[in-house]
């Protein structure tokens, strides 16, 4: 799911429409049993960007593997309904299903993440770790940063791709885009966008 555009002319119709999948999606997924699994397709057109498995190679795309299925269910939800502006993500889409959207993050949820190559720098780790104490960051993303629920895992995640989501939820709040987030990260400079994301880039587990 890479960095999305804020589509404004999407209003209260979307929001409404994005509901009642959601609420779809929690019927189908508490059903019992699913009676298929993720086509071939399907996560062939993910792995081209999300990389195999849901770990992203691509820098500017996040890894997948391992974050929460009801987060990867809101995200393709929302992308789907038009809430969250993504061409790429639509591109390959194409008409997704609620049983498909199901089976997909249950898949990706199951797999497991790999720690990312490179290097921690010791100060900047230091100092990523003493700006989430103080921002909360492990309130919302649990203190290993697995996240839960509807909220992103962090650890591990590809360090251009959390730059580029910080500085849009710091930059460009708007329709879809999480307020607490937003109001979090305002004020913030690049460099302590970048710091951060180093740290929960190479934050072990």
Same mark, same amino acid.
């Given at each position: 799911?890479?960095?999305?555009?804020?589509?404004?002319?999407?209003?209260?119709?979307? =929001?409404?429409?994005?509901?009642?999948?959601?609420?779809?999606?929690? =019927?189908?997924?508490?059903?019992?049993?699913?009676?298929?699994?993720? @086509?071939?397709?399907?996560?062939?057109?993910?792995?081209?960007?999300?990389?195999?498995?849901?770990?992203?190679?691509?820098?500017? *795309?996040?890894?997948?593997?391992?974050?929460? +299925?009801?987060?990867?269910?809101?995200?393709?939800?929302?992308? @789907?309904?038009?809430?969250? !502006?993504?061409?790429?993500?639509?591109?390959?889409?194409?008409?997704?299903?609620?049983?498909e959207i199901v089976e997909l993050s249950k898949y990706f949820a199951a797999q497991a993440p790999?720690?990312?190559?490179?290097?921690?720098?010791?100060?900047?780790?230091?100092?990523?770790?003493?700006?989430?104490?103080?921002? =909360?960051?492990?309130?919302?993303?649990?203190? !290993?940063?697995?996240?839960?629920?509807?909220?992103?895992?962090?650890a591990w995640q590809n360090e251009v791709f959390l730059v580029a989501s910080m500085k849009q939820?710091?930059?460009?709040?708007?329709?879809?885009?999480?307020?607490?987030?937003?109001?979090?990260? +305002?004020?913030?400079?690049?460099?302590?966008?970048?710091? =951060?994301?180093? *740290?929960?880039?190479?934050?072990? @587990?």
């Amino acid at each position: 799911m890479p960095a999305d555009r804020v589509n404004p002319r999407k209003g209260a119709a979307v =929001l409404r429409a994005a509901a009642l999948s959601l609420g779809a999606l929690c =019927l189908a997924a508490s059903a019992g049993p699913a009676a298929a699994q993720p @086509r071939a397709d399907q996560l062939a057109a993910c792995a081209a960007c999300h990389g195999p498995g849901g770990n992203a190679a691509i820098a500017e *795309y996040p890894s997948i593997a391992g974050q929460p +299925r009801l987060f990867i269910e809101n995200q393709l939800v929302l992308i @789907r309904e038009g809430l969250r !502006d993504v061409p790429s993500m639509k591109a390959v889409m194409g008409p997704i299903t609620d049983a498909e959207i199901v089976e997909l993050s249950k898949y990706f949820a199951a797999q497991a993440p790999t720690r990312r190559p490179g290097t921690a720098d010791p100060a900047r780790m230091k100092a990523g770790a003493d700006l989430s104490r103080r921002l =909360l960051c492990g309130s919302c993303h649990l203190p !290993d940063y697995a996240g839960q629920n509807q909220v992103p895992r962090l650890a591990w995640q590809n360090e251009v791709f959390l730059v580029a989501s910080m500085k849009q939820f710091r930059d460009h709040p708007g329709l879809g885009r999480d307020t607490i987030m937003a109001a979090t990260l +305002r004020g913030l400079s690049d460099n302590d966008l970048a710091t =951060l994301a180093h *740290y929960l880039a190479h934050h072990g @587990r």
